[in-house]
């Protein structure tokens, strides 16, 4: 059992960045596949962004060319560099596993942007 908890989330400006971060409970749980979701009021849950085991990485249309999903060295993390933020990126974000089974989600970061 492992449990996933996001971190970075917070209020900016329209145009602002953020650098969201997903971290294991256990030091030893390394990230395979990643990806992230966003789930906005009133709005079914949306998938964001992937990372495979590899290194591929895919983004929805709607945040290609402003996000950046990443793992960290010491692939214990997973990022999601969020630039040119708009008013409708605001969402609870949340990292989920891919490839474990089960699958985890983590708890979500709220990111709000102001325009």
């Known amino acids: 059992q492992v449990q996933l908890v996001e971190s970075g989330g917070g209020l900016v400006q329209a145009g602002g960045s953020l650098r969201l971060s997903c971290a294991a409970s256990?030091?030893?749980?390394?990230?395979?596949?990643m990806d992230w979701y966003r789930q906005a009021p009133g709005r079914q849950r949306e998938w964001v962004a992937s990372?495979?085991?590899?290194?591929?990485?895919n983004y929805a249309d709607s945040v290609k060319g402003r996000f950046s999903i990443s793992r960290g060295a010491a692939r214990n993390t997973v990022y999601l560099q969020m630039n040119s933020l708009k008013p409708e990126d605001t969402a609870v974000y949340y990292c989920?596993?891919?490839?474990?089974?089960?699958?985890?989600w983590g708890q979500g970061t709220q990111v709000t942007v102001s325009s």
């Open positions: 989920h596993t891919i490839d474990t089974v089960p699958t985890y």
């Open positions: 256990r030091t030893s749980f390394y990230f395979g596949a």
């Open positions: 990372l495979s085991t590899g290194g591929n990485t």
